[in-house]
């Protein structure tokens, strides 16, 4: 790598090399891939979940288990077990190990002790099999299905459904739902935001004041679209992934982001999980988008050449590029459709594979190093 | 109203949606206008009939009977099914029911005419219409038979005739007169003297507050039944009014001085003498003889005799008596006053005697106590095995199942299956220190080797709940699989295994496939679930001393062949599962050619690991496994025949089982000393433990834990559903498909045809007397056809029992109780989601407004307090192999622990009734129901 960057970045690319010593993101250079020839039982990557030394990974056609230790990997696929193929979205519960499975157009799975229990709108309280997400809160699993969410209480049995009749939903499809601090938050297909205040059992609404248009007229007054995709809330910080966009939120502030003026690779957002109230990774159609320092606007975006199947590392800084690192190995490919953090690592699900990115002296924010490009790496 | 409003104002949002939904109001606001001549003294003649002293004759001894052999342990006048009956508003939360309205009036106007609070009003009730439309509801022949339908536990106990309904009605016919007026009960209080210093009365109900319940003799409902509750309404009467005239008196006598002073002396004193809490209507209350009560009715005032008398309380006695039954002298008044005793401890009523059957036991860990669970009489007994004698006995919870010592054998933890709790014992003390709410019906409790960790079996629940062995804080449950029953820790401490008596709900008529839970003790977390094909009953549990492999008892149940092949000795078959750590599974019988080795309950392994010993509790036996003669040959058998043949190979016991010992009566727990010489073994029927030398493989003692001598007829008839004598072979007992009187959660083919016509989704036997008929199909009208030669034909191929055991069998069956339901105490409130899916189970109109027909509502045929009608009906569940389309109306109370469902247990779930079976909306009409109201009817559902 040190020789291709040194002999094929032409001297235009050099100039655009921070000086030495700049305070610059960490860049995860290392990557290695998962795929069927590794064991995964298909390429297309829907939802992936660190879970301590095990990595579950959800497919278009089954679900496998990474384990770490051993670097064996598992799967299930429906003669094995697992009650539909498609495995759109994977948490776990913390108490018990067990691991749900958001399953599309398959409702939803326990996956407890090798026995896949399944739950389905015929069979249970579940609202819709079409589940795109699914969230463990406390003894409750939540489920953002096609057709709003609904919630099981483990522990009596109760299923709670959640749509217009009863939330702030004008639309009910629910793409996303995340848990965190007594809240659960519903990324809501035409309704924004969602969040649902386990304390007091009430709704409180996020919503782009600008509607459903795909511009954005008024800039950092709420969420960047209605059609959001994730969300994560970290430190008290809301981040918000979209069709159009995505946003920040610390409870007083907004702030918009967008290809044009952020190192986002594309507006259009899959999916995305934020590391903590400095740094998020977004999943876009064009690569996955990391801010990695929130108040210096920078980001570091990872893609893949589809020619030259070589990776690249673009750091940029209010849309002024800092770095551009080709790497040899980056991610699997550019379309991302989930992300999770293990410890310093990275997994990333595509459409082409599994991407596990290794977080070897990962540090949060900025710090000030050498340009990788110049340490000529 | 006071407590409609109260209710609006804590949860407005909850409550508006039914603004519209009427609440109970009581008789005595029915009485505010139905009273007097004007309206034919309809409230009088309510009062005067036995609707009105309902509830209070729950009070009698008869009543007790009647729930002692319907199942029912708690207190009549506290029993939802009773009550279901015996009083208005059962079902009803505590919003629906006014200040006004009081349980203690029995079966109420409303309990006929709908709660009244919409129509109550003399505007709306001028207007029949109006009225109807406010919820005012016109009794006919079947809302009265919703429950004197006949009840074989009233039969049985008070010998009761059938119902004439027609008769019925005609006994309380209470037409209003051609051109009725309103007239109040009060309207003699009105018209009483002026003021009155002193005393004033308050009122029969406000004595009624404390002087209630069996502690207190039920004081408040001896009166109820009594001829004094009723002198006032008396006086609406024909023969009242003629008496009158005889005195050449006219008018009311309910409002003439004369016939008040004896038949309502309060009354008589004038409104000046009552307060508001008196109701006119009570008679002769308890102040006309103890003396008006405002001065000493306070608690701490009765608590004190000499402060009470002071404060006014009388003793009454001849002369006060004398005041109203004047020329009662002597005898006849010794007999009169006999009448109405009501002392405080009435004379015990002859009861079933408290067994103890024992069913588990542990060892303190320094060995020197046993405590043994005693599930008869809600205690754990304490045995020295020295001495061998009981030395103690622990009050415990409801129905103690298993007891587990922390590694310390400073604490022990019991299960109550019956009270949803585990009792904590501080052993030093052998007091319970603390009682923990646990999971529905909590059965195998265990603690880790660290004590880190208490783990609770929730059977009903099929939750595994974990708490913190030190701070007894509940941390988690953990997912079980169904019935989970016993657990057992390996060796190393490091894998607990826990056994389920049913099978995983599978795919409609295969084979049953049992699970075990492997749990990984060091994180408190579900590791494994290895599966025991063609098995069921998987019960007791335990860990060879290598930590190489555990041993489990199981059932090997072949449902999808008729029960016809019992003759040929294989429908149902008993054994030991072999779960080795490499997760190879294994599975052999204990059944031989000539006799069978019914419920094996438990087992236990020597600390040598030489020999397993297994309970059989229908044959009364202890089989002695050779292990190594056992494993030996599992090693040499091929993979084929481990899978096929050795499973179900009859001749194969004489291999491994090196003896039978003879215990007890239905023997169930068994332990082996850590020392290796001794094994204890509980006799739940014979209330004894069974001292096993293991040196000799002898029975060498048996340990008294105290219970009665006296075997009852029903005590009689629980031996016989334990006895495996009266099936073929001995293959099983009646408890082998109901243990704990319940379900095994399987579908049989239980007739003669033998080409799988009508499988039939096994029933619980839990509460089932008044549920009548029995089987799905209905053809049997008593427990008696049930269990008798239909029995014999279908189940067990040998001779029927004779009569005396099939009296006392039927007998014990009545009584296995019900368990509380866990979703909804009585009297406690619904959650949202339970009162939303009320409204939809007595719905009338669909979604889209059109009515739906009454033979259609979920009400109609599901009516309480069983929730059935007790009759067939098609609800489209018709299968192929379905001789008919007809079947039973299945009761519903706690109908959440009885998967699978429907007549063949096609329905997983009780979601699937609706979802999957029910296209045409023959099973009521469901189909326009959003999936949100469907999870609130079955909420609901899960209440009953």
């Known amino acids: 790598m040190i020789r291709r960057i040194a002999f094929t970045l032409p001297l235009l690319a050099a100039l655009l090399l921070p000086a030495r010593g700049e305070d610059l993101p960490y860049v995860y250079t290392k990557w290695k891939h998962f795929t069927t020839e590794d064991g995964l039982p298909n390429d297309h990557i829907f939802a992936v979940r660190a879970d301590g030394p095990r990595i579950w990974v959800g497919t278009e056609d089954g679900l496998a288990m990474i384990d770490k230790r051993t670097g064996k990997i598992r799967s299930w696929r429906e003669k094995d077990g697992l009650p539909w193929k498609v495995v759109t979205a994977i948490d776990v519960d913390p108490k018990t190990g067990d691991v749900w499975l958001g399953l599309f157009g398959g409702g939803l799975a326990r996956f407890s002790g090798g026995r896949f229990d399944h739950y389905h709108q015929l069979n249970s309280g579940l609202v819709n099999d079409v589940v795109y997400g699914v969230a463990v809160e406390n003894d409750n699993i939540w489920a953002a299905t096609t057709a709003g969410a609904s919630r099981y209480n483990t522990v009596t049995k109760e299923w709670t459904i959640f749509t217009e009749k009863n939330a702030p939903m004008e639309e009910i499809w629910n793409y996303a739902v995340s848990y965190a601090d007594d809240k659960v938050y519903l990324g809501v297909w035409g309704s924004g935001v969602l969040e649902y205040d386990l304390k007091t059992g009430k709704w409180k609404e996020y919503l782009d004041p600008d509607g459903e248009m795909e511009i954005d007229l008024y800039r950092d007054d709420g969420i960047a679209h209605v059609i959001t995709t994730g969300v994560s809330y970290v430190d008290k910080i809301l981040w918000v992934s979209s069709y159009f966009g995505a946003s920040r939120y610390d409870g007083r502030n907004w702030r918009v982001f967008y290809n044009q003026d952020s190192g986002l690779p594309s507006d259009f957002e899959n999916n995305m999980k934020a590391r903590s109230g400095n740094e998020a990774w977004y999943c876009t159609d064009k690569g996955l988008g990391a801010i990695m320092d929130f108040k210096t606007n920078t980001w570091v975006a990872y893609s893949r050449d589809p020619k030259t199947l070589r990776g690249k590392a673009l750091v940029t800084r209010d849309k002024t590029v800092l770095e551009e690192i080709d790497l040899e190995t980056g991610v699997p490919h550019s379309f991302m459709i989930a992300v999770d953090f293990d410890g310093n690592d990275v997994w990333v699900g595509t459409a082409k594979g599994l991407g596990h990115g290794i977080g070897e002296g990962y540090y949060p924010g900025l710090r000030t190093r050498p340009s990788i490009v110049a340490q000529g790496r | ?944």
């Open chain 2, 1 to 944: 109203m006071t407590a409609r409003i109260v209710v609006l104002l804590v949860a407005p949002a909850a409550v508006a949606a039914l603004a519209a939904d009427p609440v109970y109001i009581g008789a005595r606001v029915c009485g505010n206008c139905h009273a007097g001549p004007g309206m034919g003294y309809q409230f009088s003649l309510w009062l005067h009939s036995k609707h009105s002293q309902a509830w209070a004759t729950l009070a009698k001894p008869e009543s007790k009977k009647i729930a002692q052999i319907s199942g029912i342990r708690e207190d009549p006048q506290e029993s939802f099914t009773c009550l279901g009956c015996h009083s208005s508003g059962a079902q009803a939360e505590a919003w629906q029911k006014d200040d006004t309205f009081r349980v203690e009036d029995g079966v109420q106007c409303e309990s006929c005419h709908g709660p009244g609070s919409e129509y109550a009003t003399e505007a709306i009730m001028k207007d029949r219409a109006a009225a109807m439309k406010a919820g005012l509801q016109m009794p006919t022949e079947q809302t009265c038979m919703t429950c004197h339908i006949v009840k074989g536990s009233h039969v049985a106990v008070l010998a009761s005739p059938q119902f004439d309904v027609k008769k019925g009605l005609a006994a309380i016919a209470h037409p209003a007169p051609p051109n009725p007026t309103m007239e109040s009960i009060r309207r003699a209080v009105a018209d009483g003297a002026g003021a009155k210093e002193g005393p004033k009365y308050v009122g029969s109900e406000a004595c009624g507050k404390c002087h209630r319940g069996p502690q207190n003799g039920y004081q408040y409902s001896v009166w109820r039944m009594s001829g004094h509750a009723r002198a006032w309404s008396t006086l609406s009467s024909e023969k009242s009014r003629e008496a009158l005239a005889r005195r050449g008196l006219t008018g009311d006598p309910q409002t003439q001085p004369y016939c008040l002073s004896c038949h309502s002396p309060a009354v008589a004193e004038g409104a000046a003498a009552v307060l508001p809490s008196f109701s006119p209507d009570e008679g002769v209350g308890c102040e006309s003889c103890h003396g008006p009560g405002s001065d000493y009715m306070a608690e701490a005032v009765m608590r004190d005799p000499r402060a009470a008398r002071a404060a006014g309380l009388k003793t009454p006695d001849e002369q006060t008596c004398a005041r109203c039954h004047k020329n009662v002298h002597g005898a006849e008044y010794e007999l009169r006053r006999e009448k109405i005793a009501h002392p405080k401890r009435p004379a015990p009523v002859a009861r079933e005697p408290d067994y103890k059957t024992p069913v588990n036991l542990a060892l303190r860990p320094d060995g020197k106590e046993l405590y043994v669970t005693c599930s008869g009489s809600d205690s754990v007994a304490v045995v020295d095995p020295l001495t061998r004698r009981k030395v103690a006995e622990i009050p415990v919870g409801g129905q103690p199942d298993d007891v587990a010592f922390t590694p310390d054998g400073r604490r022990a933890f019991v299960s109550n299956m019956f009270d949803d709790t585990v009792s904590v014992i501080d052993v030093a003390t052998r007091t319970v220190t603390k009682t923990l709410e646990a999971g529905d019906e909590p059965h195998g409790v265990l603690v880790d080797k660290q004590g880190k960790y208490c783990y609770v079996l929730n059977t009903g629940s099929e939750d595994i709940s974990v708490f913190d062995a030190a701070s007894l804080e509940w941390i988690k449950n953990l997912s079980a699989s169904r019935r989970p029953w016993s657990l057992a820790l390996s060796p190393d401490g490091s894998r607990i295994v826990v056994t389920h008596t049913l099978p995983r709900l599978g795919p409609f008529r295969a084979p049953p496939v049992a699970e075990t839970t492997i749990i990984d003790a060091t994180r408190a977390t579900v590791e494994d679930r290895p599966i025991f094909p063609g098995a069921n009953l998987l019960m007791g549990a335990a860990w060879h001393p290598s930590g190489e492999y555990a041993l489990l008892t199981l059932n090997r149940t072949k449902t999808l062949v008729p029960m016809t092949r019992l003759a040929q000795g294989w429908t149902i078959t008993n054994g030991l599962g072999i779960l080795s750590l490499d997760g190879e599974v294994d599975q052999v019988l204990l059944d031989e050619p000539d006799i069978g080795f019914p419920n094996p309950n438990d087992v236990a392994i020597t600390p040598d690991g030489r020999y397993a010993l297994v309970t059989s509790g229908g044959t009364n036996r202890v089989a002695v496994v050779d292990l190594n003669r056992l494993t030996a040959m599992i090693r040499q058998a091929s993979p084929e025949d481990r899978r096929r043949t050795l499973p179900n190979h009859t001749g194969k016991p004489t291999e491994f089982v090196v003896k039978h010992i003879p215990t007890g009566i239905n023997p169930r727990g068994i332990l082996v000393a850590p020392d290796g010489r001794h094994a204890y073994v509980a006799n739940a029927l014979d209330d004894s433990i069974t001292v096993i030398d293991l040196a000799g493989m002898t029975a060498s003692a048996r340990i008294d834990l105290g219970g009665p001598a006296e075997i009852t007829k029903t005590r009689f008839g629980e031996r016989l559903f334990h006895d495996a004598k009266v099936t073929h072979h001995r293959q099983f007992s009646c408890a082998t498909c109901h243990p704990d009187g319940h379900v095994d959660g399987l579908t049989y083919d239980i007739e003669a045809d033998g080409i799988g016509i009508s499988p039939v989704d096994n029933r619980t036997l839990r509460g089932i007397l008044d549920t009548a008929p029995f089987k799905w199909e209905g053809t049997n009208p008593s427990l008696s056809r049930q269990c008798g030669m239909r029995l014999s034909v279908f189940f067990t191929r040998l001779e029927p029992f004779p009569p005396e055991e099939l009296s006392a069998l039927d007998l014990y069956v009545t009584t296995i109780p019900r368990p509380p339901n866990r979703f909804r105490p009585l009297g406690a409130d619904f959650t949202p989601a339970q009162r939303r899916g009320k409204v939809i189970f007595e719905r009338t109109r669909a979604n889209d407004g059109r009515e739906i027909p009454v033979g259609n509502r979920c009400i109609t045929c599901h009516n309480p307090p069983y929730y059935t009608d007790r009759m067939l009906h098609d609800v489209g569940t018709r299968e192929k192999q379905d001789r008919q389309a007809k079947f039973d109306t299945p009761h519903l109370n706690n109908i959440y622990d009885s998967a699978p469902y429907l007549h063949n247990g096609m329905a997983n779930t009780l979601e699937e009734i609706w979802t999957v079976y029910n296209p045409n909306d023959l099973h009521g009409v469901t189909n326009d129901m959003t999936k949100d109201q469907l999870n609130d009817l079955i909420e609901y559902l899960k209440t009953l």
